[in-house]
């Protein structure tokens, strides 16, 4: 299948399924699924909805019952530690929550009612300057907007020094300038961290920007997997999503190597923008304006 | 004998010990009902300790279910009273009613897809609808049943006042070690699994919990009101704190105030001691409704 075989040579894997299904209420919502998310590198999980995407997800997480494997390579001799950050939390705002209870309410043994451990405190304070929104601390988590949310429930999934990262769609919802300052985040993670981060995602012009891998979910099951730009063909778009190449340009978005992905499309395919991405000059100096 | 086979000895001790001691308070109504304010001081701060999930969490429907099983609970108790069997209690049927409901609609609401105010709404029919068909089907319970309707401070006795003492004794260590993984779980309960916690253990605890003590404080304020003890002290505590912490000790102090309170107010006008519990802690909420309003304003 196209873009399953990638040229590039074959990078360490951090997350690894094996004839994965999946059945809920039974309806078969994942059908053997096999895929691969590579080490140290932003995993996209991309499709249409209802295509499996998110299932596959819990799965690896062990929120759903599954059939096959799900196989998590170890990192320094013990077994990887794994962190979420959910989609979409049904927060009652009016709940008087604040970021410090939230974040403490995971790490300390001390109940919350009989005050915040100092050192969770501290851990707190820590990975919310990490995420850049320690001004967030003790503020109550119902007024916040959904890229602070977003980056709190990021600090969250930080405070147990994860080494994989998976996230449920963590950009819907947020404006394009929330939007790209949580990419950069997560490509800091990438970069600084050696993080290995899987996102859940239907946004294109994300995908293409940030993303080292993808694996493609159509029809309930794996369509196609690999390196991003060889792998997201105007051709596999097409398959994935069911309508016609509706490409985003990534051309200009990404000092990367243009020929090697601009062969893939269709000859004379223009390159409309859908969605625009950030800014003409492309989301890492949009999002820094 | 039984009493010290089943080493009630020095709790009995320390109950007695303390009624004797509000009794000898300076007060008449101290005086008339000290079994009622020492089941009231064990019982109310932990149902407004309690009420911070239930009101965050939406679980005040949950507590109606169990308050209104106690329909046939008591119903059943008073049924098999009249047919003879003179040892059974109408409390501790009260209790396996409750426990049965809640037990039942958690595991429905964990299996189904079904709205859980959906399960909890024919759950709460049937049990209130067999409690009506027991009650009116005999005249006898027909006569003791209004005392577990409306609440009745004399039905605090010894024995009820020891198992208040357990009850308050054991939710309170249960908050000290669930407190922050409930609070997760309220938050998201994906979050909470992915972070090893056995959702389905605090789910089930908590049930059982509640069921102990809607069922334990019914005798104080009766079935009717009862969730009201949980659900008010709690919702005014909401609109008076930003932080978990403070809603947490603002809910536990609403609920004594208003039971301490309400207990007087019932000496003092002569009405249900419920009644006036609940019409206090509502006033209380009524007046926390200021600043909540001057904060957005």
Request: aromatic share 6%.
């Amino acid at each position: 299948m196209s873009g399953a075989a990638s040229a590039m040579p074959a990078r360490p894997i951090a997350i690894r399924t094996r004839d994965l299904s999946v059945a809920l209420g039974g309806v078969d919502v994942l059908v053997g699924a096999s895929a691969g998310f590579v080490r140290g590198g932003i995993n996209a999980l991309i499709g249409q909805n209802g295509a499996g995407k998110t299932t596959l997800l819990r799965a690896i997480l062990g929120l759903v019952p599954y059939r096959g494997v799900v196989e998590i390579a170890p990192v320094g001799g013990r077994a990887a530690r794994l962190a979420f950050v959910p989609q979409r939390v049904d927060f009652d705002r009016g709940t008087p929550l604040s970021v410090t209870d939230l974040l403490c309410a995971d790490r300390q043994r001390r109940p919350l009612f009989l005050g915040h451990s100092p050192r969770v405190l501290r851990a707190a304070r820590e990975a919310l300057e990490w995420v850049g929104a320690l001004r967030l601390l003790g503020a109550p988590l119902g007024g916040l907007s959904g890229g602070e949310f977003q980056r709190v429930l990021l600090a969250l999934a930080l405070l147990s020094e994860p080494d994989i990262l998976l996230l449920d769609e963590p950009v819907a919802g947020i404006d394009i300038k929330g939007e790209a300052l949580f990419c950069d985040l997560l490509v800091r993670l990438r970069d600084q961290r050696g993080l290995t981060i899987v996102l859940v995602s239907h946004d294109m012009s994300i995908v293409m920007q940030h993303t080292d891998h993808v694996v493609c979910i159509a029809r309930q099951s794996v369509d196609c997997q690999g390196d991003t730009l060889t792998t997201l063909t105007a051709a596999n778009i097409q398959r994935i999503f069911g309508f016609p190449a509706a490409i985003y340009d990534h051309d200009h978005a990404h000092g990367g190597p243009h020929a090697a992905c601009d062969h893939h499309h269709h000859p004379g395919h223009h390159h409309p923008h859908m969605p625009p991405p950030p800014s003409s000059a492309g989301p890492r100096s949009g999002g820094a304006a | 004998m039984t009493r010290a086979l089943l080493g009630f000895g020095p709790l009995d001790w320390l109950l007695s010990g303390a009624v004797q001691v509000l009794r000898g308070m300076p007060f008449d109504w101290a005086r008339y009902m000290p079994e009622a304010l020492l089941a009231t001081l064990l019982l109310a701060p932990v149902c407004g300790m309690v009420g911070v999930f239930v009101v965050n969490y939406r679980l005040a429907f949950f507590s109606d279910a169990i308050s209104h099983s106690a329909f046939s609970g008591v119903a059943a108790g008073l049924v098999l009273v009249s047919a003879g069997l003179a040892w059974v209690d109408p409390r501790w049927t009260l209790l396996a009613l409750g426990l049965i409901v809640g037990l039942l609609v958690t595991t429905v609401k964990r299996r189904t897809d079904l709205g859980t105010d959906t399960i909890i709404g024919v759950a709460f029919s049937a049990a209130v609808a067999l409690g009506i068909a027991l009650v009116t089907a005999n005249r006898e319970v027909q006569r003791a049943f209004p005392q577990y309707l409306y609440g009745d401070v004399l039905l605090v006795d010894l024995p009820s006042l020891r198992v208040a003492f357990i009850v308050g004794v054991a939710l309170s260590l249960y908050l000290l070690w669930s407190f922050n993984r409930l609070t997760l779980i309220g938050f998201n309960a994906d979050l909470a699994r992915t972070r090893g916690t056995r959702v389905a253990i605090y789910d089930y605890s908590f049930a059982v919990l509640l069921v102990l003590l809607v069922t334990t404080a019914i005798p104080l304020t009766g079935m009717l009101l009862v969730t009201a003890l949980l659900v008010v002290p709690a919702a005014a505590a909401r609109n008076l704190s930003r932080s978990c912490a403070a809603m947490f000790w603002v809910a536990a102090g609403i609920g004594l105030v208003s039971g301490v309170g309400g207990l007087i107010l019932a000496y003092e006008q002569n009405t249900a001691a419920g009644a006036a519990i609940i019409l206090l802690a509502t006033a209380i909420f009524a007046l926390s409704l200021i600043p909540r309003a001057l904060r957005r304003g």
